[in-house]
């Protein structure tokens, strides 16, 4: 024996010195296995050498003997030899170890492997008995919790994570775990030891000299809770919901370990694996949301507050994201029960405390956080009638209202550092691609929503609409360089347009409907008559097209626009990029070619002065030709509007223009196409 405990241990020391050659060590790892190999030996050795007297590294070599043993030879053991090597091991637990500052980790690890391979191979068959025996050994001291608490979870990776076991022997053991009554001592046991690690952070963080609480990270307590929640997170979702949530202290402490730095993030990986779970009647679910009351919602009130108190750090911001998981997680689970009825005593006031919650990450400089607010909103308004808790939504309108026109905004670059978004872009998105396709995304999510919130609530989202529309243009016109104001009156435009064309299909429309979207109309025709901006002349010219139809002086307004279309047509600059100058021209003259269509009589009042005025911008060759054909095709619509013989010799005038639109292969396959619809058009009239 002597002689293979000194060969084991020289094979080891060679396997570690980093100045073993690659050969060395291999014929050591080598000699190693070969006594794994050999079970009747592993269990003697491993034996040995795990004593406390031997060094750390001896008894991690002693563990790793005993597990091979059982997993190689515990089939073929005899019932005495078993009995030996289990009454060891937990007597090892009990007073085996050298304490809870001293004991190593890794030593720990290798401890509960052993003990989980002896349960996969006997419990609940043979050994029923042995988690009511690590509870009870639990109670000796910290230490021995700790390790109770390991052992737990490697049982939980093994049987439900990774399920390395048949499947016969998988639902074995989780059969066990419910006729042996694991999970409510588990649990009182979880929630005993993250109860006293509040007590003792509180108590610190209450006593001079600790006002940031942060000796805590030092103590016995703040390692048993770490070792409490990382098992906790691995047995909470397959623990039945009656013995989660026989009372709220659980979901009180967890909620508490969320302003605690260095547990929050294990507590809130705790509630979000909570709240993921889908499996089990609705009903079972219920008393879960029940626990959520206003005054937990409280504390993750609180802790939000909190850590965006901390500024622009990314740590906190990592965990602003696990606590939005959670809300929206519970946001699912609130739609999931409200569709089967089963949302039970949940009040008005219940919902309200949500919302709230909700609102603080609405209100965030990240496009994460806005989007993903307005979607849950959303989801909410899709999937529960409205007259269940409809007076939350009414009340809220508003900032609902404002969280959708944030996100439209395309703001916050991450190669750019002009607003404080940026910062947070950085670390959501690899570069300005990345964020502009998320950016798409966010803008359809914000189209929906406010298409929804304009079917159910049209009054106030036009009142809303309105206000926030003149606002946001006398806050342009106040700081016409200001790049947040650009960015939220584009969004603005956006906004409108799907508001207006949205209510412009409705049968019944707001009241003072005409009249104050001929106001807005007004406002973005006078402010238009100062700007240069591609990016606001292009959302001036999208708010003009939804707004267009309720004029209530066509004259004076017909001539406005004229004067603002042209002026887009017309737009040189060459600070600008060359694109949104071209985007700025085809869009002025596709609007110009809509709404000559559809209000052709009105454009016929003013063909004197439109016409010269068209004929400039075809003939002129610097100009875009798609623009030029969008123009050339106005004026042919126009035209067979005329009476003989001025149809004649104005078409004349058009035919003549060929020439410029022949210079290249392409053009001179749309202008073809599009002249021959037209003279066709022509002689019919």
């Known amino acids: ?47 040995c050498l795990i004593i406390c007297s031997e060094p750390d590294l001896h008894r991690i070599l002693g563990f790793d003997l005993i597990n091979a043993f059982i997993s190689e030879g515990w089939a073929d053991a005899n019932e005495r030899l078993k009995f030996k090597c289990k009454s060891d091991i937990v007597n090892y637990i009990s007073d085996g170890l050298k304490g809870f500052v001293n004991e190593p980790k890794q030593v720990k690890e290798k401890l509960a492997n052993v003990v989980c391979e002896m349960i996969k191979h006997d419990f609940p068959q043979k050994w029923p008995s042995i988690f009511h025996e690590l509870f009870e050994i639990a109670k000796i001291g910290p230490l021995q919790t700790d390790v109770v608490f390991k052992i737990c979870l490697r049982v939980s990776e093994e049987v439900i994570q990774f399920q390395r076991l048949i499947a016969k022997r998988i639902k074995d053991i989780k059969q066990g775990f419910y006729e042996a009554h694991v999970f409510k001592p588990l649990v009182a046991l979880i929630s005993e030891t993250l109860r006293a690690a509040v007590e003792v952070y509180y108590s610190m963080l209450n006593s001079e000299g600790s006002t940031e609480g ?135 006031r219940d919902f309200e405390h949500y919302f709230l919650l909700l609102f603080l990450f609405g209100e965030h400089h990240s496009q994460y956080f806005t989007s993903w607010t307005l979607e849950t909103i959303i989801s909410f308004l899709r999937n529960i009638d409205r007259g269940v808790h409809a007076s939350v939504f009414a009340r809220y309108l508003k900032k609902i209202f404002n969280i959708t026109l944030k996100t439209l905004m395309k703001i916050g670059y991450p190669s750019k550092d002009n607003h404080p978004s940026c910062f947070y872009s950085r670390i959501d998105f690899d570069n300005d691609q990345a964020y ?3 950016i798409s995304h966010c803008r359809s999510i914000g189209c929906d929503s406010i298409k929804k919130l304009s079917e159910q609530y049209m009054e106030e989202i036009f009142r809303l609409l309105y206000v926030r529309a003149v606002d946001v243009i006398d806050a342009l016109y106040m700081k016409m360089c200001d790049y947040e104001a650009k960015a939220r009156f584009e969004a603005m435009s956006l906004l409108m347009s799907n508001v207006i064309n949205k209510m412009n299909a409705s049968e019944k429309l707001p009241f003072n409907y005409n009249s104050k979207c001929n106001q807005l109309l007004s406002k973005c025709l006078t402010y238009a008559e100062h700007e240069m901006s591609p990016l606001i002349l292009n959302s001036l010219l999208s708010e003009i097209s939804c707004l267009f139809h309720v004029w209530s002086d066509q004259s004076a307004v017909f001539i406005r626009v004229l004067q603002l279309i042209f002026r887009c047509l017309n737009l040189r600059d060459s600070s600008q990029p060359y694109k949104a100058i071209q985007t700025v021209h085809r869009h002025a003259s596709s609007l110009l ?39 050339l095709e106005t004026m042919v ?3 067979t509007q005329l009476e003989e013989p001025r149809r004649s010799e104005i078409f004349e005038k058009i035919i003549s223009l060929s020439a410029s639109f022949t210079e290249t292969e392409e053009y001179q396959r749309y202008y073809i196409f599009s002249m021959s619809s037209s003279i066709v058009r022509i002689y019919l009239f």
């Open 1 to 47: 024996m002597n002689l293979d405990r000194r060969r084991l241990l020289q094979a080891q020391a060679i396997a570690l010195n980093v100045e073993s050659t690659n050969q060395q060590r291999l014929e050591a790892y080598h000699l190693i296995e070969v006594y794994k190999q050999n079970p009747s030996r592993c269990l003697a050795l491993g034996s």
């Open 637 to 639: 619509s126009l035209t």
């Open 214 to 348: 942060f000796q805590f990270e030092d103590t016995i307590q703040r390692h048993l809770a770490l070792s409490a929640l990382e098992c906790m997170c691995g047995f909470i979702g397959w623990t039945p919901y009656e013995l989660l949530f026989e009372t709220t202290v659980l979901m009180e402490t967890l909620c508490l370990l969320l302003t605690v730095k260095c547990l929050r993030m294990m507590s809130a990986e705790c509630l979000i694996t909570l709240l993921s779970r889908k499996t089990g009647p609705c009903r079972e679910r219920a008393p879960m949301l029940s626990m959520f009351c206003p005054s937990v919602l409280d504390y993750l009130h609180n802790s939000t507050r909190m850590v965006l108190s901390e500024g622009q750090d990314e740590q906190a911001y990592l965990f602003l994201k696990r606590l939005f998981e959670i809300l929206a997680r519970l946001g699912e689970q609130y739609i999931i029960l409200a569709r089967s009825n089963e949302l039970g005593s949940l009040t008005d």
């Open 593 to 631: 070619l809509g709404k000559v269509a559809a209000h052709t009589e009105a454009f016929l009042f003013l063909y004197d002065d439109l016409q010269p005025a068209m004929l400039e911008f075809i003939e002129n060759e610097e100009n875009d030709n798609n623009c030029r054909a969008s123009t």
């Open 436 to 438: 502009s396709n998320n």
